[in-house]
């Protein structure tokens, strides 16, 4: 197991490095989207067609297929602008890549980004147009958007980025375990002490062979939690008002959150996966084989989980999907996936082409068929209403739990969830903070406390390298 | 043969046979997983042979992860830090070990502080001065900043510090030259520290990723571990393929193990007994 740990710390230690270079080839303090970014619509007009633009993604094989395939409707449909697709593997490689370009000046004219860890160092690298900017430029109307998932790309007011891909994690269960031990398999648990006592009948009746619940260490589980109570994560609005200078979740809710979790493994109710590698898939695999019995999920994983119980390998299965726990139920999830970033260090004209292309996939046709092609949510009101999305809800009725999680629950800067400047440093401290709890023997006040130290470390040192 | 001494060569081979198995069962797996049908290889129990091999998860994976280019990439990148590796270590080696020059112990220690030094640290100024000379997106930019490492001088100065002093002098009697002794004498004779040093900087070429994914500009110039990660799927029906393409792209390692074998295990056990 020598190999991960080091890449992981191969990892960190890139990312410091970068961020070191980063500052010294001109990330500085001047917050970017306060100044007043110009979006030059009219350069396309007067510029020699077709502008070829360069648009950086990372998505793997399957949402790949889907990419090319309405990227080269938009090629074809139009003369004015070519898109070129270069895949560069995952969020965070994408994010090193653009950081390494911003020295070499190899960057694209639009990049897809994770939005929950990119949208602050985007900000940061003031390489960037706002979306906001263009949507003015062009009268562009977000009306038809989801409201939560557009709110969650703003900053201090102002729109970063456009909206592409969502996703947001959902609760699933075996319908035929919850009935073979009594519970009643369409009414999933909402709160904590519901899970905790289905997991209870759950293990009393013996019908699962591990534990009840299978539980990722991932650090999102607390962003999560807090989001569904309506609790900040960081401070000044969740980094959104201003930028965040500590956690703020060392709180009573936060304290039962953990406490909750580690409740959960202590007393054999849920057994502990890891959020990365290979073990990503053990908690569905573990409800697969009669292990396990309930687990959360990224709503990205149903596509895999329907094409592999279609396979008809596991009879003991029939998938229950129903929205995120958390500790009072009720609430909203905070919104997750990837957003498109236009690069202010392209030309005019090619500024101009990057906007018209991140309109196109903003379509509502196009997010029909991205969602019916990679499982992801459209985010259109419109789209839902297209036959592509229709099909894809009656064939995975799960999809739908994760839409409805999206159009419903409050809209808060609690649910539009942390914007951090070295978000995945905050992660790296999280994820450690529940293994010691998990298998140091940490008490949860003690892990939630140390870990919103560590965390203020990190944000600290990240806004005193750039010099905010 | 005494009945005694057949019982135990019997068990050492049945423990050896034991840890062979153990340690090509991964190997198998990964092989068996490709040549099953995507949603087959989720299937509990585990199929351990593939009775419908797919073939074409192969030739899938072969095209999805651009691996024809990828590894054509790969080998040269690869053949190039290989081939600076083993000339800037063997020189240096050398003059570390039979030459006299001012400063060389600390010049030594310097090499060796240089172990110290992750790759991650030296990323960024690499990168600019990569872009600077104007090599990003070349083989050059790849292979460059790669071509000498500390550890190969150190590795090949303890090897020759083995080569008895009295043959250099002898050698220098002979009329010898420095270049002379050291591809006639001293090389061959340390045959094994230059095997390991081959297969290591291979290895270590071959397997990076971050670096070639930054310091090129499209598919052009991308090496064979970026193929890979490409291929990674979120449809579980073409899983298959993401298995193809690792057998595939572990090919040119196994051939590379199958050369050098022979100095491996010679550079392993040297040293080991008296001979």
Known sequence: ?468 | MSADRAVRLTLRYLVLTLLALIVLFPIYVTVVNSLLPGADITARPPKLFPSNPQWHAYADAWSDGHLGTYLKNSVIVTAFIMAGQLLFSILAGYAFAFLEFPFKRTLFVVFLATLMVPLEVTFVANLTTVTDLGLYDTYAGLAIPFLATGFGAFLMRQAFLQVPRDLHDAARLDGYGHLRFLSRVAVPLARPAVGALAVFSFLSAWSQYLWPLVVTKDDRLRTVQIGLKQLRNTNIDHVNVTFAGVVIAALPLVVLLLIFQKQLVRGLSAGAVKG
């Open chain 1, 1 to 468: 197991m020598n190999a991960p740990r080091r890449s992981r710390f191969g990892a960190t230690v890139v990312a410091v490095a970068l961020l070191a270079g980063a500052a010294l080839v001109g990330i500085d303090a001047a917050p970017a989207a306060a100044k007043v970014a110009k979006c030059p619509l009219g350069a396309l007009a007067q510029a020699k067609k077709p502008v070829e633009i360069t648009f950086w993604h990372s998505m793997p094989a399957a949402n790949e297929e889907t990419l090319k395939r309405v990227t080269d409707q938009f090629n074809s449909s139009q003369s004015a602008v070519k898109v070129t697709l270069v895949n560069q593997i995952t969020y965070e490689d994408t994010l090193t890549k653009y950081r390494a370009g911003l020295g070499t000046g190899d960057l694209p004219d639009l990049v897809q980004m994770a939005t929950t860890t990119a949208l602050q160092q985007m900000v940061d690298t003031q390489s960037i147009v706002p979306a906001a900017a263009c949507a003015k430029a062009d009268n562009y109307n977000f009306s038809d958007h989801l409201t939560r998932v557009v709110d969650n790309l703003k900053l201090g007011g102002t729109l970063i980025a456009m909206p592409f891909n969502v996703s947001n994690p959902v609760f699933l269960y075996n319908k035929k375990a919850f009935a073979a031990a009594g519970l009643d398999p369409d009414k999933p648990p909402a709160t904590f002490a519901e899970v905790k006592a289905a997991a209870q009948r759950l293990r009393d009746t013996h019908v699962v062979a591990k534990a009840p619940f299978g539980l990722k260490s991932a650090p999102s589980n607390l962003e999560q939690w807090l989001a569904k109570d309506g609790q900040l994560f960081v401070n000044n609005s969740n980094g959104r008002a201003k930028r965040a200078t500590k956690v703020v979740f060392d709180t009573a809710t936060g304290r039962k959150i953990f406490s909750w979790m580690a409740d959960m493994v202590r007393s054999n109710l849920a057994i502990v996966n890891s959020d990365q590698g290979a073990s990503v898939y053990d908690n569905l695999f573990g409800i697969g084989n009669g292990n396990l019995a309930m687990t959360l999920d990224t709503s990205a994983t149903l596509g895999t989980i329907t094409q592999v119980l279609a396979s008809g390998q596991y009879p003991n299965v029939e998938l229950g999907v129903g929205p995120m726990f958390s500790l009072r139920g009720g609430g909203g999830t905070a919104v997750g996936g990837g957003a498109l970033f236009i690069s202010n260090k392209s030309s005019p004209a090619k500024q101009a082409a990057a906007w018209r292309y991140a309109k196109f996939l903003n379509e509502p046709e196009t997010q029909a068929e991205w969602a019916a092609g990679t499982g992801y949510i459209p985010i259109r009101k419109s789209a839902t209403k297209l036959p592509a999305v229709q099909d894809l809800w009656a064939r995975v009725p799960g999809y739908k739990v994760a839409y409805d999680q999206v159009v419903g629950g409050p809209n808060t800067p609690a649910t539009a969830g942390a914007v951090i400047g070295d978000y995945f440093g905050v992660r790296e401290v999280m994820r450690n903070a529940e293994q010691s709890m998990f298998t140091g023997g940490a008490s949860p006040a003690k892990a939630l406390a140390t870990a919103a130290k560590e965390a203020n470390r990190v944000i600290a040192e990240y806004n005193k390298r750039i010099g905010a």
